[in-house]
């Protein structure tokens, strides 16, 4: 028996959604062993009418909050129907939280981490019927304890080449075409103290060769025929040398696609008219950007290593080259005063101001990531304690203020709200640059584009009127649009 199933869990009926890179990432060496992959999303198969009796087991990835909340479900429904059948999970949220992940009955086994190679080898053991306690990179319970076996060493990663995209059907992914997916790096070697990448990578930093992604690319387009491609990369700009060669054989392809990435405004301060022009005609057209607040004291105490004026330099530079930045913020960081984040406002306001071309993402509420620098600072400094079980985690949400025990309840309150405005303005941003078929295609039907429209006009009155005076209080109508967001994303 050399049958697989590996799920990605999610609800169903979402419009914007893309094809899961991490079950493909494990299938990939499985496949190249000779076993057989059955690849679920749940978002768009029902995983209750699957027959799992012939799998060896079944691998669950997952992030922290809603989709923890799916992964829990499934596996529920797998331990009442197929109990004999083991369950593996990995993912973000157990290669952060691997004890209290493997201590639950509906968890045999926690693959921390890359789970390419210690998956394979887990399978191989299985599948033989020898003992895996032993592998490398797992977590599991024994005997009331926890065993957490020492980690594995990272991929190098131009050997995870060629991902099997048979594995799902590409029709059920209509937004393919304007937003295809790649990865051509891992890791970031810088120290955000909001973000949980120290502890997922180490700040270490892998990258595939240029002559790797080309390769890898000129498939894609062949095969699938997207318009544009978004390097999902956590730091695309690390080797400044490796992007210029890209662009170089990007420019020789001259493929009919448009490509987007992650920089840093102090990358890109620091770039010269040359390399923006390289960019520029590699068709490179959007640029994601951390701004993350106005104030200097809190962009230090973050760690962050820019400046305010680095990210208006940033936008200057992108717009004069024909490309789109897009900006996104942090509010609720410890220690942050009002003054403070008055600035983070002013400076959304002046991005805005100077240029309509520039986008901001939105202004999100900052939450502890397990393994962040910051989620030790507030579990010192003001006693705030993560979730203490598995289940518990399933009502954990991004950017929410929830957990923030350093603020008081009616600043929290005024938080979501700008949060939430935020947020609203970016998707009527999107709503003006989305060509009307991409606007179809994200959303669902015509019907929901013309509810769409009539939400934006109506709220859109509202959102001018509390931003022009400052006004955030009594956000009633932002938590039911925050609501309706939600739902769209498919998230409980």
């Known amino acids: 028996m050399k049958k697989i199933v590996l799920i990605y869990p999610g609800g169903k009926n979402i419009g914007d959604i893309s094809m899961p890179l991490p079950?493909?990432?494990?299938?990939?060496?499985?496949?190249?062993?000779?076993?057989?992959?059955?690849?679920?999303?749940?978002?768009?198969?029902?995983?209750?009418?699957?027959?799992?009796?012939?799998?060896?087991y079944a691998g669950i990835s997952t992030m922290s909050g809603d989709q923890l909340s799916y992964a829990l479900e499934i596996s529920?429904?797998?331990?009442?129907?197929?109990?004999?059948?083991?369950?593996?999970?990995?993912?973000?949220?157990?290669?952060?939280?691997?004890?209290?992940?493997?201590?639950?009955?509906?968890?045999?086994?926690?693959?921390?981490?890359?789970?390419?190679?210690?998956?394979?080898?887990?399978?191989?053991?299985?599948?033989k019927g020898e003992n895996w306690e032993s592998v490398k990179g797992i977590t599991f319970e024994k005997e009331d304890k926890i065993v957490s076996n020492p980690p594995r060493k990272f991929l190098e990663i131009d050997n995870v080449t060629h991902l099997p995209y048979h594995l799902f059907r590409l029709d059920a992914y209509p937004n393919l075409k304007y937003k295809f997916e790649y990865?051509?790096?891992?890791?970031?070697?810088?120290?955000?103290?909001?973000?949980?990448?120290?502890?997922?990578?180490?700040?270490?930093?892998?990258?595939k060769s240029p002559e790797v992604v080309i390769v890898e690319l000129e498939q894609i387009v062949k095969n699938i025929r997207p318009e544009r491609i978004a390097f999902v990369?956590?730091?695309?700009?690390?080797?400044?040398?490796?992007?210029?060669?890209?662009?170089?054989?990007?420019?020789?392809?001259?493929?009919?696609?448009t490509f987007n990435a992650?920089?840093?405004?102090?990358?890109?301060?620091?770039?010269?008219d040359s390399f923006m022009e390289?960019?520029?005609?590699?068709?490179?057209?959007?640029?994601?950007?951390?701004?993350?607040?106005?104030?200097?004291?809190?962009?230090?105490?973050?760690?962050?290593?820019?400046?305010p004026e680095q990210v208006i330099n940033a936008r200057q530079k992108c717009v004069r080259?024909?490309?789109?930045?897009?900006f996104s913020f942090i509010i609720g960081?410890?220690?942050?005063?009002?003054?403070?984040?008055?600035?983070?406002?002013?400076?959304?306001?002046?991005?805005?101001?100077?240029?309509?071309?520039?986008?901001?993402?939105?202004?999100?509420?900052?939450?502890?990531?397990?393994?962040?620098?910051?989620?030790?600072?507030?579990?010192?400094?003001y006693n705030y304690q993560q979730p203490k079980y598995l289940e518990e985690w399933k009502s954990w949400k991004w950017s929410s203020t929830n957990y923030a025990v350093w603020i008081d309840k009616k600043t929290q309150s005024q938080y979501e709200t700008v949060s939430a405005i935020s947020r609203f303005n970016y998707v009527r941003q999107l709503m003006r640059i989305w060509p009307a078929e991409e606007r179809r295609k994200r959303i669902g039907s015509f019907f929901f584009v013309l509810i769409s429209q009539i939400l934006l006009f109506i709220f859109g009155i509202m959102a001018v009127l509390r931003w022009k005076f400052r006004f955030f209080k009594y956000g009633i109508e932002w938590k039911l649009w925050t609501m309706i967001l939600e739902r769209f994303k498919g998230n409980k």
């Open 23 to 56: 079950l493909l990432l494990l299938a990939k060496p499985l496949i190249d062993n000779g076993y057989e992959v059955r690849a679920l999303d749940s978002r768009v198969e029902d995983y209750e009418k699957l027959n799992y009796e012939d799998f060896l």
């Open 76 to 127: 529920r429904y797998i331990r009442r129907k197929f109990p004999e059948l083991l369950l593996i999970w990995g993912g973000p949220h157990p290669t952060l939280v691997p004890e209290q992940t493997a201590k639950s009955k509906l968890v045999d086994l926690v693959v921390r981490g890359e789970g390419e190679e210690t998956l394979l080898e887990l399978t191989e053991k299985i599948e």
């Open 183 to 207: 990865f051509s790096s891992k890791g970031c070697p810088h120290n955000c103290g909001f973000c949980s990448n120290v502890a997922n990578s180490g700040r270490t930093w892998r990258a």
């Open 233 to 257: 990369d956590a730091n695309f700009f690390v080797d400044k040398k490796r992007v210029e060669r890209i662009c170089q054989l990007l420019i020789e392809k001259n493929w009919p696609v």
């Open 262 to 272: 992650m920089c840093r405004c102090d990358y890109m301060d620091g770039y010269d």
């Open 278 to 307: 390289l960019l520029r005609d590699a068709k490179f057209n959007e640029l994601w950007l951390g701004a993350e607040s106005g104030s200097k004291r809190v962009l230090e105490f973050m760690e962050k290593g820019i400046t």
């Open 321 to 326: 080259y024909g490309v789109r930045p897009i």
């Open 333 to 381: 960081i410890p220690t942050e005063t009002k003054e403070e984040f008055a600035r983070s406002l002013e400076l959304y306001d002046k991005i805005l101001s100077m240029d309509p071309y520039a986008v901001i993402n939105g202004i999100f509420v900052f939450t502890p990531f397990p393994g962040a620098p910051l989620t030790k600072f507030v579990e010192t400094k």
